[in-house]
């Protein structure tokens, strides 16, 4: 019998103030005989995608039930990875009511009421990704990632009487505290691939730096000493991807520093376009997941009551105007037309999943991501039939390429407990959950 050592899978490349979690590879499995062959035992990953101000829902809702057939408008750019996706009908939630914008990104992870005040007596809940995190986290660099796309948060009263922390934030760790969200990638580069200290620090010491892997060069080099083909195949492939973030994070930096007109508004490394700082957040999010720094991952990809115009559809109206449309069909188009834009994105992060392997799946294969809304119809605010659906996650049950329609209106608390319980999360009941929601698993 052939006993060999395994590589840990915490393994991390060390240099000067910089560290590297590795992908799992095949040296990362027992390499006694017995198990030789055998999958190291699988990670399970848990992701959320908010989007604000719900959708046109009529534009949104596959034809048919069970097999998804043909996609709807705004689903279309899903096509290529549809059998990874199931689409869900008929959810609310119940306690985003009354309807605000406020209720409707605080109850998206929490289901649970907002406390309706102006100060700093707020109190929510703690939401489904900070309840993951708290079991999925404990053998990782960090237990949670929480990412957005706005770079400022406001302050005081932002909707009806609500304090702006319920717009700002999507992850509460208790009802009192919310988790703010990361929008500049350089400092999530940092935070998942540097060594601490303050956001400031982080930032002072990326302009000292000339690259990431230029501190971890000798480290790779000795590994590459120990490792079979198919290994040394991953780890480049996978320091590429971390180098080409880093240099399109560089490009961002030396556009805006080249740019002669001030803007203090923008931090120094965001992307000008909207698209491509969407892209390099959610390729951030592929590298976390990849090197196993987090198991947990929310992404606000737009923010409630957000005015910001998305060119890259044609659309010239800003998107919060064009929610409460009035019914006006060349309205409704338009608005349309951003639910797709927002849907194009995801549909290529998941595609990356997809392309990305692990053992003997990919990255999509033990990821569950839940992309959605908390309001459903703009024009009134109103929170049922939400625009809901999950991709990935076959090695945790999950069956892909399905619309499925609720005959009765379904808690969207009821997703929630389902998915915590596929990830290996066990709980009774999560705020106004009904039960596990039957069918959208295999058993």
């Given at each position: 019998?052939?006993f060999?050592?395994?590589?840990?899978?915490?393994?991390?490349l060390?240099?000067?103030?910089?560290?590297?979690?590795?992908?799992?590879?095949?040296?990362?499995?027992?390499a006694?005989t017995?198990?030789?062959a055998?999958?190291?035992?699988?990670v399970?990953?848990?992701?959320?995608?908010?989007?604000?101000?719900?959708?046109?829902i009529?534009r949104w809702?596959?034809?048919?039930?069970?097999?998804?057939?043909?996609?709807?408008?705004i689903?279309?750019?899903?096509?290529?990875?549809?059998?990874?996706?199931?689409?869900?009908t008929?959810?609310?939630?119940?306690?985003?009511?009354?309807?605000?914008?406020?209720?409707?990104?605080?109850?998206?992870?929490s289901?649970?009421?907002?406390?309706?005040?102006?100060?700093?007596?707020?109190?929510?809940?703690?939401?489904?990704?900070?309840?993951?995190?708290?079991?999925?986290?404990?053998e990782?660099?960090?237990p949670?990632?929480?990412?957005?796309?706005?770079?400022?948060?406001?302050?005081?009263?932002?909707?009806?009487?609500?304090?702006?922390?319920?717009?700002?934030?999507?992850?509460?760790?208790?009802?009192?505290?919310p988790?703010?969200a990361?929008?500049?990638?350089?400092l999530?580069?940092?935070?998942?691939?540097?060594?601490g200290?303050?956001?400031?620090?982080?930032?002072?010491a990326?302009?000292?730096?000339?690259?990431?892997l230029?501190?971890?060069?000798?480290?790779?080099?000795?590994?590459?000493?120990?490792?079979?083909?198919?290994?040394?195949?991953?780890?480049?492939?996978?320091?590429?991807a971390?180098?080409?973030?880093?240099?399109?994070?560089?490009?961002?930096?030396k556009?805006?520093?080249?740019?002669?007109?001030?803007?203090?508004?923008?931090?120094?490394g965001?992307?000008?376009?909207?698209?491509?700082h969407?892209?390099?957040?959610?390729?951030?999010?592929?590298l976390?997941?990849?090197?196993?720094?987090?198991?947990?991952?929310?992404?606000?990809?737009?923010?409630?009551?957000?005015?910001?115009?998305?060119?890259?559809?044609g659309?010239?109206?800003?998107?919060?105007?064009?929610?409460?449309?009035?019914?006006?069909?060349?309205?409704?188009?338009?608005?349309?037309?951003?639910?797709?834009?927002?849907?194009?994105?995801?549909?290529?992060?998941?595609?990356?999943?997809?392309?990305?392997?692990?053992?003997?799946?990919?990255?999509?294969?033990?990821?569950?991501?839940?992309?959605?809304?908390?309001?459903?119809n703009?024009?009134?605010h109103?929170?049922?039939?939400?625009?809901?659906?999950?991709?990935?996650?076959?090695?945790?049950?999950?069956?892909?390429?399905?619309?499925?329609?609720?005959?009765?209106?379904?808690?969207?608390?009821?997703?929630?407990?389902?998915?915590?319980?596929?990830?290996?999360?066990r709980?009774?009941?999560?705020?106004?959950?009904?039960?596990?929601?039957?069918g959208?698993f295999?058993?």
């Open positions: 019998m052939i060999k050592k395994a590589l840990p899978r915490r393994t991390f060390r240099g000067v103030g910089a560290s590297l979690a590795l992908p799992l590879l095949d040296a990362m499995v027992p006694m017995a198990q030789a055998t999958p190291a035992a699988p399970r990953r848990l992701g959320f995608v908010f989007i604000p101000m719900g959708c046109d009529t809702t596959p034809a048919g039930t069970g097999t998804l057939g043909d996609l709807s408008p689903l279309s750019p899903l096509a290529k990875v549809k059998e990874h996706v199931t689409v869900l008929n959810t609310e939630l119940q306690n985003a009511y009354p309807g605000t914008h406020s209720s409707s990104n605080a109850a998206f992870l289901a649970a009421r907002p406390k309706h005040t102006e100060s700093s007596d707020y109190y929510l809940g703690t939401t489904v990704d900070q309840i993951a995190a708290k079991q999925l986290g404990r990782t660099q960090l949670s990632l929480e990412l957005a796309m706005d770079m400022l948060q406001t302050a005081g009263q932002c909707d009806n009487g609500f304090a702006c922390v319920y717009q700002n934030n999507l992850s509460w760790s208790s009802p009192t505290t988790l703010p990361e929008a500049h990638p350089r999530v580069f940092e935070s998942l691939f540097g060594d200290g303050s956001k400031a620090d982080r930032a002072a990326l302009r000292r730096r000339g690259s990431l230029d501190f971890v060069k000798e480290d790779i080099a000795d590994l590459g000493k120990t490792l079979g083909p198919a290994d040394k195949a991953k780890v480049s492939e996978y320091l590429d971390v180098r080409d973030v880093e240099q399109r994070i560089q490009r961002a930096a556009a805006v520093a080249d740019n002669p007109l001030p803007d203090l508004d923008r931090p120094v965001v992307p000008a376009s909207y698209a491509d969407a892209r390099l957040m959610f390729d951030l999010q592929v976390a997941w990849q090197g196993d720094v987090t198991r947990v991952i929310t992404f606000q990809l737009a923010r409630e009551t957000s005015n910001r115009v998305y060119p890259e559809t659309v010239s109206d800003p998107h919060h105007p064009l929610s409460h449309h009035g019914n006006d069909p060349a309205k409704v188009a338009k608005m349309a037309k951003i639910n797709q834009f927002h849907v194009s994105l995801f549909a290529e992060f998941v595609a990356k999943l997809k392309a990305t392997k692990e053992g003997a799946g990919t990255l999509l294969d033990q990821s569950v991501v839940m992309y959605g809304s908390g309001m459903g703009p024009n009134v109103d929170h049922t039939n939400l625009p809901i659906l999950v991709a990935g996650g076959s090695a945790c049950g999950l069956k892909g390429g399905r619309h499925i329609r609720f005959e009765k209106v379904a808690p969207l608390a009821n997703l929630h407990l389902t998915l915590l319980d596929k990830v290996g999360v709980l009774d009941k999560f705020a106004d959950s009904s039960g596990h929601m039957d959208l295999s058993l």
